[in-house]
C-alpha cells in the first residue's frame, strides 16, 4: 500500500498535488471538480491588492455619504456602490468552498505594495482560509532602487500581514532576483511556513502584422521544470519553511521528481487547462506506481533523496556552461 499523505504549511494534505492559483480555482463547480479528482489541496485564485484598495475607498465614501447633503453626489456614490463587489464574493467562495470540498483552501492575494491592504488577510482568515498564499512580483522597473531595495517589499508584506493572522502563510516568488539562493534562505527564517518556487507570468508578445503587444505562452511547457526543480533542489536542504514547485509540472513523474528534490508539495495549473482536472487521478496514479516500482510506501520515504545535499555530485546542479563532452554535440 502506497501513502500520499504529506503536510504542507503545517496542514495534513492527501497528496503533495496542490492546485496553483488559476481561473480554474474560482468557480465552486471546479473547485467540486477538483476535490473530486483527488486533489491534495487548492490555492484560490488570486484577489488583487488593487480590488482590497478599491473597497476601501468605497468604505470611505460609503462614511462621508451618511453625513453628506448633496443629492447629485449621491448619484455618484449609488454608482460608485454598483461596482461588482469582487471581494464579498470571494469571501462566499472561500465558504462555500469549505463547505463543499474535503481538502485544505489557501486563499491567495496578488500585491505589490506592504500598505493599507494586508488588514484584508484577516477578513480572508475569518472567512474559513486555512491558509494564505502571497503573491509577490512587481517587475523591477524603478532603476534607481538596488536589487536589495527592490526586494525590501517581501519583508515588508511578510511583516504586515503576520500581524493579521494566525493561520499559515506561504509566499509565491519569481526567479527575477540578483542572488537569489541568498534571497530565499533569508525569506524562509522571516516567519512565513512555505515558499513557492515560482510563480510564472503573463508574457507581453508582438504581433508583426497588427504592430500591437499580445500575450504570449499562456501556459507552461514540461520543459519549463528545470528552473524550479534545480533551485528545489538546491535550496531544499538548506531551508526551514516547506518548499513547493511551481512551473512545468505536468504529469505524475514531474511531481516525483520534484519530490525526489525535495519539495514538500507542487502545484499545478498549466497541465489542468491542458488535459482537464479529473487528469489529476491519472498523476496520481502514476506516482503511485513508480513508488510500487521503487519499494516506497510514503513520499516521506524518497522526498529529498536527490537534492544537493544528498547526491554524490552535488556540482551537477551548479553546472551552468555547457562543456565539450557534455554537450556531446561538437
Ligand atoms: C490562466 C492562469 C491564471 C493564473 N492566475 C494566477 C493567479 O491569480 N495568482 C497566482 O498566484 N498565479 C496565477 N497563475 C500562475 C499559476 O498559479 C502557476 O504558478 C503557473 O501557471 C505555473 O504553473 P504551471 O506550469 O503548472 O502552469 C495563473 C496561471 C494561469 C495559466
Redesign the pocket.
Known sequence: MTDLSTTYLGLKLRNPVIA????LTLNIDDLIALDKSGIGAIVL??IFEEEIRRELEKDQFQMNKDSFIYPETMDFYDDFNAVDDSLTKYLRTIREAKEKTSVPIIA?I?CVTAEKWPYYAGVLQDAGADAL?L?VFALPTNFNLTAQETEQLYFDIIEQVKKEVTIPISL?ISFYSSNLGSLIKRLTESGISGLVLF??FYNPDIDPDALKITSSH???TPA?ISLPLRWIAIMSGRVQCDLAA????HDGISVVKQLLAGARAV?????L?RKGIPYVAEMLKDMEQWMNLKGFSSVDDFRGKVNQASVKDPAAFERVQFMKYFAGKE
Open positions: 496553483a492559483s488559476s481561473g485564485k488570486s491567495s496578488n498564499e503573491n509565491k510563480n510564472r499562456v501556459f507552461s519549463e511551481s512551473t512545468g509540472i502545484e499545478i495549473a498549466s497541465v487547462y
